[in-house]
């Protein structure tokens, strides 16, 4: 039968094609980085931050909320302080509509004819000297 035989190989390697050879093995490979970097945790995150920056945190939280909760306050008083105005607008408007009613019934009432027609009714004589326009 057959046998294998084993024997020793040596051979030399110029330093020119030992570049080449590394340099064919970092063309075939691709580059990886190093370090890679793994997110923290939340918790490991929260551990980083001072207590200085929770504290600044938590003031801008409630300076946020203070302020919104100011805003709706000074929204809903303009809009009643609105509402209020509107509202003595229009009494404004039927006082204005009363004092032209009345002025217009006052020079009515003072028209000289109508006084004269009302004595002549009740059976008075009137002189045109005595008659006066009522202001």
Avoid: C, W
């Avoid at 006052?106 to 000289?112: G, I, M, N, V």
């Avoid at 004269?116 to 004589?125: D, F, M, Q, S, V």
């Amino acid at each position: 039968m057959a046998e294998l035989k084993f024997e020793e190989y040596t051979y030399q390697v110029d330093e020119s094609s030992e570049q080449m050879i590394q340099q064919a093995e970092s063309f075939y490979t691709p580059e990886r980085p190093e370090v890679v970097v793994v997110p923290l945790s939340p918790a490991r995150r929260l551990k980083r931050i001072s207590k200085l920056e929770k504290v600044i945190a938590v003031g801008l939280i409630f300076a946020t909320l203070a302020i919104s909760l100011f805003m709706i306050h000074l929204r809903t008083s303009i809009t009643q302080i609105e509402h209020n105005i509107s509202i003595i607008q229009s009494d404004v408007s039927t006082e204005k509509e009363k004092k032209l009613q009345l002025e217009q019934e006052k020079s009515e009432l003072s028209k000289s004819e109508r006084i004269r027609k009302i004595a002549e009714e009740k059976g008075l004589t009137i002189h045109s000297d005595n008659l006066r326009k009522v202001k």
